[in-house]
């Protein structure tokens, strides 16, 4: 089958819709489909070997984040260009309705079409206002797909319509077997004192990292040798002399794809303190494959992923306080029967089965208009996962 995929952000500065899109277009190509990426991205920026870079982007804040996105006449040329040249069986548009490569993609398209939603917003005036234009061009997709419940209630409370619910996938096998990494092991590998982990952006303030330091005080009082481990990029003055008097807190800037699995091979708790704006969370599945325990903050997207508390712990959005007694819950012991339930549960999130519903969803819409779906090459034809190397 040859599937175009069309990312709205750029790849200049990758996040996880920009992974999601890499690594299911590479298991789709082990598979022996063909595949091809269309991405806003700088000719200059090393990319897998199955992404197409339409140019710079633009920075505009979007959902309590930034999005760099692609619009405009030259865009539209290569988008056009692009849908030529791959002569696609099936156009897959993530995040259609954002004004970037996947609308321009869609308008275009002349091949069946599926859209996945990514967000989760409980609010938003701007998809309300924007709803009737877009009305014509969501009409055009053959399928929708959201990450979640929550990426699903998004689209039906401010767009209409339904949506198959397939999550964000993850390759669980990365994360298992990683061995420790000595100088950050926790109890769970013989060490005296229990590590508590922390992963993100440092500045944006949904991530929640001031939060999370706000629980340190009150579990050193009880856990005084207790480490924190704070990974992630950008700015944390604040934080930082908040916690300047605790020399158990270390921050560790930010970290590769293979000392993320070391961290959640080598963490005891890892604690996903978010306070919104996230319709997935797939930092805490690959924690969850890693072994660590995870405790996440109770936002709907978050209690889905540890099954409401049986693959993890949740606590109170935002209360530093309330985060503290569920780590000092958690440090307390007797949760192995979660840490068994999450290893089982995480694998409903691997690419194996997560690529094969995405195909289903591919085969439905194909047989609607009676065409007859592809047949794979046999597996490795194209390469292997990630294609040239590509730098987080």
Not at 2 to 16: K, L, N, Q, T
Not at 157 to 185: C, M, Q, S, T
Not at 328 to 354: I, K, M, P, S
Not at 377 to 390: E, K, L, T
Request: aromatic share 8%.
């Amino acid at each position: 089958m040859r599937v175009g995929i069309v990312c709205p952000y750029s790849f200049d500065a990758p996040g996880g819709v920009q992974f999601h899109i890499r690594d299911f277009a590479s298991v789709l190509i082990e598979e022996g489909h063909e595949v091809s990426v269309l991405a806003p991205a700088e000719d200059t920026t090393e990319l897998p070997a199955f992404v197409v870079p339409t140019g710079g982007s633009v920075a505009v804040p979007y959902n309590g984040s930034v999005a760099r996105l692609n619009f405009g006449l030259m865009a539209s040329a290569k988008v056009s260009r692009w849908l030529a040249e791959g002569e696609f069986d099936i156009l897959h548009v993530h995040e259609p309705i954002v004004p970037s490569l996947g609308m321009l993609a869609l308008w275009q398209a002349k091949v069946p079409t599926v859209g996945t939603f990514h967000s989760a917003q409980d609010h938003s005036r701007a998809m309300h206002i924007v709803s009737p234009a877009v009305q014509p061009l969501l009409e055009r997709l053959d399928a929708r797909i959201a990450v979640s419940d929550e990426a699903r209630r998004t689209v039906a409370d401010h767009l209409g319509g339904d949506a198959f619910v397939i999550p964000n996938g993850v390759f669980v096998g990365d994360f298992r077997g990683v061995p420790p990494k000595p100088e950050w092991a926790g109890r769970r590998h013989g060490a005296a004192a229990p590590t508590i982990a922390f992963l993100g952006r440092l500045d944006e303030p949904r991530k929640g990292l001031p939060v999370f330091a706000g629980a340190i005080p009150a579990v050193l009082s009880t856990v005084p040798d207790a480490r924190f481990l704070i990974a992630g990029r950008g700015d944390a003055t604040a934080v930082r002399a908040a916690v300047a008097e605790h020399p158990t807190v270390e921050f560790l800037g930010g970290i590769s794809e293979e000392e993320k699995a070391q961290l959640f091979a080598s963490a005891d708790v890892y604690v996903a303190p978010q306070t919104g704006g996230e319709s997935f969370g797939i930092v805490l599945v690959e924690a969850m494959a890693g072994g660590a325990l995870v405790v996440a903050s109770g936002i709907p997207a978050f209690r889905a992923v540890i099954a409401d508390g049986a693959a993890g712990l949740p606590f109170a959005v935002g209360d530093s306080g309330d985060l503290a007694r569920v780590l000092l819950t958690a440090l307390a012991g007797g949760t192995d029967d979660r840490r068994a339930h999450a290893d089982e549960w995480v694998l409903r999130y691997d690419w194996a089965t997560v690529s094969r519903r995405v195909l289903d969803v591919y085969g439905t819409v194909l047989a609607g208009k009676g065409i007859e779906v592809p047949a794979a090459r046999p597996r490795g034809v194209f390469g292997m996962r990630g294609g040239r190397p590509w730098r987080r």
